[in-house]
Protein backbone atom coordinates (compact mmCIF):
# COMPACT_ATOMS: atom_id res chain seq x y z
CA UNK A 1 0.00 0.00 0.00
CA UNK A 2 0.97 3.46 -0.95
CA UNK A 3 2.00 6.26 1.93
CA UNK A 4 0.72 9.41 1.45
CA UNK A 5 4.00 10.88 3.25
CA UNK A 6 3.17 14.20 5.39
CA UNK A 7 6.50 14.28 7.57
CA UNK A 8 9.93 13.09 7.82
CA UNK A 9 11.87 12.55 11.11
CA UNK A 10 15.56 12.24 10.96
CA UNK A 11 18.14 11.21 13.28
CA UNK A 12 20.79 13.77 14.16
CA UNK A 13 23.77 12.20 15.33
CA UNK A 14 25.11 9.70 12.60
CA UNK A 15 22.67 11.06 10.03
CA UNK A 16 22.84 14.29 9.59
CA UNK A 17 25.86 15.35 11.89
CA UNK A 18 28.57 13.97 10.99
CA UNK A 19 29.53 13.42 15.25
CA UNK A 20 30.91 9.66 15.39
CA UNK A 21 34.49 10.99 15.68
CA UNK A 22 34.12 13.62 18.24
CA UNK A 23 31.64 11.52 20.58
CA UNK A 24 34.50 8.70 20.51
CA UNK A 25 37.42 11.22 21.05
CA UNK A 26 34.61 12.47 23.87
CA UNK A 27 34.11 9.24 25.04
CA UNK A 28 37.90 8.48 24.84
CA UNK A 29 38.83 11.44 27.53
CA UNK A 30 35.62 10.78 29.85
CA UNK A 31 36.49 7.41 30.59
CA UNK A 32 40.21 7.66 30.77
CA UNK A 33 39.36 10.48 33.63
CA UNK A 34 38.00 7.65 35.30
CA UNK A 35 40.70 5.78 34.60
CA UNK A 36 39.03 3.32 31.62
CA UNK A 37 40.63 2.40 28.87
CA UNK A 38 38.41 3.12 25.51
CA UNK A 39 40.04 2.48 22.28
CA UNK A 40 38.66 1.92 18.86
CA UNK A 41 37.67 -1.82 19.45
CA UNK A 42 35.78 -0.64 22.73
CA UNK A 43 33.97 1.60 21.02
CA UNK A 44 32.72 -0.95 18.46
CA UNK A 45 31.88 -2.81 21.59
CA UNK A 46 29.94 -0.40 23.36
CA UNK A 47 28.35 1.63 21.32
CA UNK A 48 24.41 3.10 21.61
CA UNK A 49 22.22 6.27 21.22
CA UNK A 50 21.71 5.47 24.85
CA UNK A 51 24.79 6.80 26.58
CA UNK A 52 23.62 4.52 29.54
CA UNK A 53 23.84 1.61 27.77
CA UNK A 54 27.86 2.40 27.15
CA UNK A 55 28.28 3.62 30.67
CA UNK A 56 27.20 -0.01 31.82
CA UNK A 57 29.18 -1.72 29.30
CA UNK A 58 32.43 0.08 30.32
CA UNK A 59 31.72 -0.87 33.73
CA UNK A 60 31.26 3.16 34.90
CA UNK A 61 29.98 2.68 38.43
CA UNK A 62 26.37 4.48 39.02
CA UNK A 63 27.31 6.85 41.02
CA UNK A 64 29.96 8.37 39.05
CA UNK A 65 27.29 8.95 35.94
CA UNK A 66 25.52 12.36 36.45
CA UNK A 67 29.27 13.63 36.89
CA UNK A 68 30.13 11.78 33.47
CA UNK A 69 26.89 13.31 31.99
CA UNK A 70 28.46 16.63 32.73
CA UNK A 71 31.62 16.15 31.79
CA UNK A 72 31.07 14.65 28.52
CA UNK A 73 29.12 17.88 27.77
CA UNK A 74 32.32 19.89 28.62
CA UNK A 75 34.04 17.52 26.45
CA UNK A 76 32.35 17.65 23.16
CA UNK A 77 31.66 21.33 23.53
CA UNK A 78 35.32 21.03 22.58
CA UNK A 79 34.31 19.14 19.59
CA UNK A 80 33.64 20.86 15.88
CA UNK A 81 31.59 18.38 14.05
CA UNK A 82 29.62 19.64 10.64
CA UNK A 83 27.19 18.52 8.99
CA UNK A 84 26.99 14.99 6.78
CA UNK A 85 27.82 16.33 3.45
CA UNK A 86 24.33 16.60 1.28
CA UNK A 87 22.34 17.05 4.68
CA UNK A 88 21.49 20.71 3.98
CA UNK A 89 20.41 19.69 0.36
CA UNK A 90 18.37 16.84 1.38
CA UNK A 91 16.62 18.16 3.91
CA UNK A 92 15.56 21.13 1.29
CA UNK A 93 14.33 18.59 -0.84
CA UNK A 94 11.90 17.46 1.45
CA UNK A 95 10.72 21.07 3.30
CA UNK A 96 10.49 21.43 -0.92
CA UNK A 97 7.65 18.68 -1.47
CA UNK A 98 5.45 20.17 1.08
CA UNK A 99 6.68 17.41 3.57
CA UNK A 100 7.27 18.40 7.47
CA UNK A 101 10.52 17.05 8.83
CA UNK A 102 11.72 17.59 12.33
CA UNK A 103 14.48 15.52 14.40
CA UNK A 104 14.02 12.63 16.74
CA UNK A 105 17.36 12.06 19.04
CA UNK A 106 18.51 10.67 21.67
CA UNK A 107 20.64 13.59 22.45
CA UNK A 108 20.59 15.97 25.38
CA UNK A 109 18.28 19.41 23.69
CA UNK A 110 21.48 21.67 25.41
CA UNK A 111 23.88 19.69 23.18
CA UNK A 112 21.18 19.34 20.32
CA UNK A 113 20.17 23.12 20.05
CA UNK A 114 24.01 24.38 20.75
CA UNK A 115 24.60 22.14 17.61
CA UNK A 116 22.14 23.58 15.62
CA UNK A 117 22.99 26.68 16.61
CA UNK A 118 26.55 26.87 16.01
CA UNK A 119 25.62 25.35 12.53
CA UNK A 120 22.59 27.42 11.84
CA UNK A 121 20.71 24.74 11.30
CA UNK A 122 17.99 25.29 14.02
CA UNK A 123 15.40 26.71 11.12
CA UNK A 124 15.33 23.68 9.15
CA UNK A 125 13.18 21.96 10.88
CA UNK A 126 9.45 21.83 12.35
CA UNK A 127 9.89 20.26 15.17
CA UNK A 128 12.28 18.51 17.82
CA UNK A 129 12.14 16.05 20.20
CA UNK A 130 15.10 15.25 22.33
CA UNK A 131 15.91 12.58 25.77
CA UNK A 132 14.68 15.13 28.19
CA UNK A 133 10.94 15.12 26.14
CA UNK A 134 10.33 11.45 26.50
CA UNK A 135 9.71 9.26 29.35
CA UNK A 136 11.83 6.26 27.34
CA UNK A 137 14.51 6.21 24.87
CA UNK A 138 14.63 4.25 21.19
CA UNK A 139 13.82 1.87 20.38
CA UNK A 140 10.78 2.40 22.36
CA UNK A 141 8.21 4.44 19.79
CA UNK A 142 7.16 7.03 22.45
CA UNK A 143 10.02 9.63 21.05
CA UNK A 144 8.90 9.46 17.72
CA UNK A 145 5.20 9.46 18.66
CA UNK A 146 5.75 12.47 20.31
CA UNK A 147 7.32 13.90 17.20
CA UNK A 148 4.30 12.69 15.16
CA UNK A 149 1.52 14.40 18.10
CA UNK A 150 3.31 18.01 17.89
CA UNK A 151 3.05 17.78 14.02
CA UNK A 152 -0.67 16.15 13.89
CA UNK A 153 0.35 13.68 11.96
CA UNK A 154 -0.64 9.84 12.08
CA UNK A 155 2.12 7.37 11.86
CA UNK A 156 0.42 5.94 8.38
CA UNK A 157 1.87 9.68 7.11
CA UNK A 158 5.03 9.43 8.37
CA UNK A 159 9.02 7.89 7.52
CA UNK A 160 11.37 7.99 9.94
CA UNK A 161 15.50 8.16 8.89
CA UNK A 162 18.11 6.80 10.74
CA UNK A 163 21.30 5.02 10.89
CA UNK A 164 21.04 2.72 14.19
CA UNK A 165 19.41 0.17 14.75
CA UNK A 166 17.41 1.73 17.44
CA UNK A 167 15.50 4.16 14.71
CA UNK A 168 14.13 1.09 12.84
CA UNK A 169 13.36 -0.58 15.80
CA UNK A 170 11.51 2.90 17.30
CA UNK A 171 9.87 3.22 13.51
CA UNK A 172 8.28 -0.14 13.08
CA UNK A 173 7.04 0.04 16.80
CA UNK A 174 5.10 3.46 15.98
CA UNK A 175 4.28 1.81 12.42
CA UNK A 176 5.95 4.48 10.44
CA UNK A 177 8.19 3.88 7.31
CA UNK A 178 11.57 2.86 7.93
CA UNK A 179 14.90 4.42 6.02
CA UNK A 180 18.66 3.16 7.18
CA UNK A 181 21.32 4.79 6.02
CA UNK A 182 24.63 3.62 7.34
CA UNK A 183 26.77 6.49 8.57
CA UNK A 184 30.01 6.31 10.14
CA UNK A 185 29.47 5.09 14.21
CA UNK A 186 30.32 1.57 14.52
CA UNK A 187 27.11 -0.30 13.79
CA UNK A 188 26.51 -1.17 10.20
CA UNK A 189 26.14 -5.25 10.65
CA UNK A 190 23.16 -4.06 13.26
CA UNK A 191 21.75 -1.61 11.19
CA UNK A 192 21.48 -4.27 8.05
CA UNK A 193 20.00 -6.44 10.13
CA UNK A 194 17.66 -4.39 11.44
CA UNK A 195 15.75 -4.76 8.13
CA UNK A 196 14.55 -1.53 7.36
CA UNK A 197 11.70 -0.70 5.07
CA UNK A 198 14.50 0.65 2.40
CA UNK A 199 17.89 0.90 3.18
CA UNK A 200 20.36 3.95 0.91
CA UNK A 201 23.65 4.75 1.08
CA UNK A 202 23.44 8.54 0.88
CA UNK A 203 20.75 11.52 2.42
CA UNK A 204 20.22 12.21 -1.64
CA UNK A 205 18.64 8.71 -2.43
CA UNK A 206 16.49 8.85 1.25
CA UNK A 207 14.79 11.96 -0.01
CA UNK A 208 14.39 11.40 -3.85
CA UNK A 209 12.53 8.13 -2.41
CA UNK A 210 10.40 9.67 0.33
CA UNK A 211 9.66 12.53 -2.07
CA UNK A 212 9.09 10.19 -4.95
CA UNK A 213 6.50 8.34 -2.63
CA UNK A 214 5.04 10.90 -0.87
CA UNK A 215 4.04 12.16 -5.11
CA UNK A 216 3.30 8.93 -6.49
CA UNK A 217 0.61 8.49 -3.59
CA UNK A 218 -0.81 12.39 -3.92
CA UNK A 219 -1.32 11.26 -7.43
CA UNK A 220 -3.19 8.10 -6.87
CA UNK A 221 -5.34 9.46 -4.30
CA UNK A 222 -9.08 10.40 -5.71
CA UNK A 223 -9.51 13.77 -6.68
CA UNK A 224 -10.71 15.71 -4.49
CA UNK A 225 -9.48 13.17 -1.43
CA UNK A 226 -8.15 14.40 2.23
CA UNK A 227 -7.03 11.52 3.14
Given at each position: ???RL ?8 G ?9 F?S????F????I?F ?8 Y ?7 Y ?9 W???DS??L??Y??E?PS????A ?15 L???GSR ?6 LG???A???F?V ?5 D ?8 D??NR?L??L?IG ?9 SP?D ?8 V?S????G????R ?6 AA?L ?25 G??S
Amino acid sequence: MSRRLRAVLSDWDGTLLDSAEATFRSYQKLFGSFGIAFDRARFAETYSPDWYRTYAAVALAREHWTAADSRWLELYAAEEPSLISGAVEAVALVRGAGLAIGLVTSGSRKRVESDLGKLGAASLFDVLVCSEDAAHKKPHPDPLNRALARLGIGPEHAACVGDSPEDIQMARAAGVFSVAIAGAFPNREALKASAADLSTTTLDAAARHLVSMAHSAAASEPRGSNS
